[in-house]
C-alpha cells in the first residue's frame, strides 16, 4: 500500500509540475497581448479622441485622464480572447521550436493532457470576461458618459428629461409615436405631449394635450385635442378634451429606461429593456442577437485559445511578430464572420441564439479537430 501511495504521490506531482510549467509559458505572453492589443485597440481610436478633446476643445489635462481610464475597461475586456489567442500561439511555438511538446509526448504525455491548464486558464479568462462586463465596464462606461455630458459639454445634472420620442410598432408596422416634450419621473408628470397614430404606414391621427399625469398605474393626459388627418393631408379637429386616459404600459422610470442605449447594457439590463421593448410591439430581434452575443463573446477566448495551442504546436521556427501576425488574421476573419452572423440573425435569416454562438461552434470544431491532429 506504501508503495502504491508513494507512486501515486510521484505521478500526481508529476503532473502538478506539467500544469505549473504550462501556465508558466502561458501567462506572460497572455499579459504581453493584452498590452499589444489594447495598445492597438486605443492606438486605433480612443487617442484620436483623447488627442481632440485637448487640442481642439481644450478639455483641462486632468478631465482627459479620468475619461481615458473610465474607457480603458472595455478596451481591455475586448482584448482578452485575443490576447487568449496570441499566447497559445507563443507559447506552444515556443515549446514546438524547443523540442518540449516532442519530449512531453514520448514520455506518454498526451497533447489533450498538455493542452488541460490551458483551457482551465482559458475558462477562468472567459468568465472574468463575462463578470467584467456585468459589473465594472457598465459602471465605468457610464462614468465616462457623465464626464462627455457634465464636465466637457457642460450640462448640468437635471431631473427633467426632454425631449422624447417613443415608438410602438404592431404587426412589424409603425403604429403610433409620442413625444414628450418634458418629463418629470420623480413626479410622474409631462408637459407638451404630441401623438401621432399610424395605419397602414400613413398617419392617421394626431392628439396633442398640455400635460399629463401618472395616477394609479395609468397615465392621464389633461387640455387636449384630436385632430383626423385626411388621405390628401388635410387636418381637421375632431373634439377637445379636459381629461383622457393615454394608453402607455410604461411607469415614469420605465419610459426613462426605454430611451437608454442598449449597446452600454449588461446582460440583465438588456433583458429588461428587451421586455419593455416589447410591450410597445417594437422588433426585438436585434436585441436579441445583442444580448446572446453579450454571452457568446467572452467564451471566444477558450474557443481561440484552443485554435491557438494547434497552430502554435505545429509551428517549427517563429516568433513574436510572426505570433502576432497569425493572432490578427485569427481574430480578424472571427470577427468577421461573427459580423456575418450578427447581420442575418438581426435580419432574422437565422435565429438570434444561432447567430450569436455559431461563430463559436465553428472556430471551436476547427480548434477541436486541429487538437485532435497535433495528439498524433
Known sequence: MAEFRDGFDLFTFKFKLLDKFVINEFYPTFVFGVMVFTVLLVAGDLL?????????????????????????????????????????????????????????????????????????????????????????????????????????????????????????????????????????????????VLIQEFEGGEIARIMTAKSGEWKEGEWWLHNGQVFSVKDDGLVEPLFGFERQQLALPLSPSQVVESLQNPKKMGVFELYNYIKLMKIQGTDVESLWVLLHLRLAVPWASVVLALVGASVGAGTKRSGSGMGIGVSIILVFSYYVFMSFCRSLGQGGYIPPLAAAWIPNIMFLSCGVFMVKKANR
Do not use: C, H, W
Not at 489635462?61 to 499566447?87: C, D, E, I, S, W
Not at 462606461?141 to 427633467?160: F, G, H, T
Open 48 to 192: 484620436f479622441d483623447i488627442a481632440d478633446l485637448l487640442i481642439q476643445s481644450r478639455v483641462p489635462f486632468n478631465v482627459v485622464v479620468r475619461l481615458f481610464l473610465y474607457r480603458l475597461p472595455g478596451v481591455v475586456v475586448l482584448t482578452l480572447p485575443m490576447a487568449a489567442l496570441l499566447a497559445t500561439i507563443l507559447s506552444f511555438g515556443k515549446m514546438a521550436t524547443q523540442s518540449e511538446l516532442t519530449a512531453l509526448k514520448a514520455s506518454g504525455i498526451s497533447f489533450y493532457r498538455i493542452l488541460r491548464p490551458i483551457v482551465l486558464a482559458s475558462i477562468i479568462v472567459g468568465g472574468s470576461a463575462l463578470l467584467f462586463n456585468e459589473t465594472i465596464v457598465p459602471l465605468t462606461d457610464k462614468a465616462a458618459d457623465n464626464i462627455m455630458r457634465y464636465e466637457v459639454a457642460r450640462q448640468k445634472p437635471s431631473l427633467l428629461k426632454e425631449q422624447m420620442f417613443l415608438r410602438e410598432e404592431k404587426n412589424g408596422e409603425l403604429s403610433r409615436v409620442i413625444y414628450i416634450g418634458k418629463l418629470y419621473p420623480s413626479e410622474g408628470n409631462m408637459n407638451n
